[in-house]
């Protein structure tokens, strides 16, 4: 009978490190009963959330999210309401050309960077899709400037589908509560997808950046206007008792 064959120990000592590094599946802390009750209380706040860049269509909603990388939609918003006001399609932003663009958007970060992009993303479309915004995120994001962020809030607020667009705020308090962590937007935007209720998965988007803007802020958590407080699982909490459940008037225009 031949004898078995023996591992070397390199091939012991690789197989002994592939295990050791092998992260754990992650766990999340909130149960489904918890989830359910985190979005209904959010629904409850906010029943119609609205994005906060303003637009006309959405060949302009296009634009101002593409605007918005690493700039506030105050900002925005400031910039874009003359251009719309004599540029609300893509030919009549070709017409304003390059130069024109930059002036309108010049107090915008990188600003000469996204007026080419302006520029491209209005050829593109008027070459390829007839001038018309395209409802798919692969199509989305064959756009100068339109990485899969702004295609989802595109998806979501110009077209009516549930897409979840992980900006600064989302990806935060998706670390920060345990609710959904990674190390990417594309991880957490997957977690995301799997734990949020269907039934609230279209508003969620507005109701997480809404919720992260304004109570769950970036230096500072506002714990004790926060209604999901007594089911928060984060290790930063510093309240336990969840505000009054009440619906709130449509939030200001402010910076992110």
Not at 24 to 32: D, G, I, N
Not at 94 to 116: F, V
Not at 161 to 170: E, K, M, N, P, W
Request: glycine share 4%.
């Amino acid at each position: 009978m031949a004898n078995p064959k023996i591992k070397s120990s390199a091939q012991n000592m690789k197989k002994s490190n592939a295990t050791a590094s092998r992260k754990p599946a992650f766990k999340c802390p909130y149960s489904k009963a918890d989830l359910e009750e985190i979005f209904r209380r959010f629904s409850i706040q906010r029943p119609e959330p609205k994005g906060e860049l303003e637009h006309v269509n959405p060949f302009t909603l296009v634009v101002a999210v593409a605007l918005s990388a690493q700039a506030t939609d105050v900002g925005v918003n400031k910039a874009t309401r003359a251009l719309f006001t004599v540029a609300d399609t893509p030919q009549k932003m070709l017409d304003l050309g390059e130069e024109r663009i930059r002036d309108y958007i010049k107090t915008i970060g990188l600003y000469r960077n996204k007026a080419k992009n302006v520029v491209a993303l209005s050829e593109k479309l008027l070459r390829d899709f007839d001038g018309e915004v395209p409802q798919t995120r692969e199509e989305l994001m064959t756009l100068p400037g339109v990485g899969r962020k702004t295609a989802n809030v595109v998806m979501s607020m110009a077209f009516g589908q549930a897409t979840l667009a992980v900006d600064t705020h989302i990806f935060r308090i998706a670390n920060r509560l345990l609710l959904a962590p990674g190390k990417t937007p594309d991880e957490v935007e997957q977690r995301l997808l799997k734990l949020i209720p269907d039934q609230y998965l279209y508003h969620a988007h507005h109701w997480l950046i809404l919720h992260g803007r304004y109570v769950c802020k970036a230096r500072k958590p506002e714990c004790e206007r926060c209604v999901i407080a007594d089911l928060c699982r984060s290790p930063e909490k510093t309240w336990d008792v969840p505000a009054p459940l009440v619906e709130l008037p449509q939030q200001p225009i402010a910076a992110n």
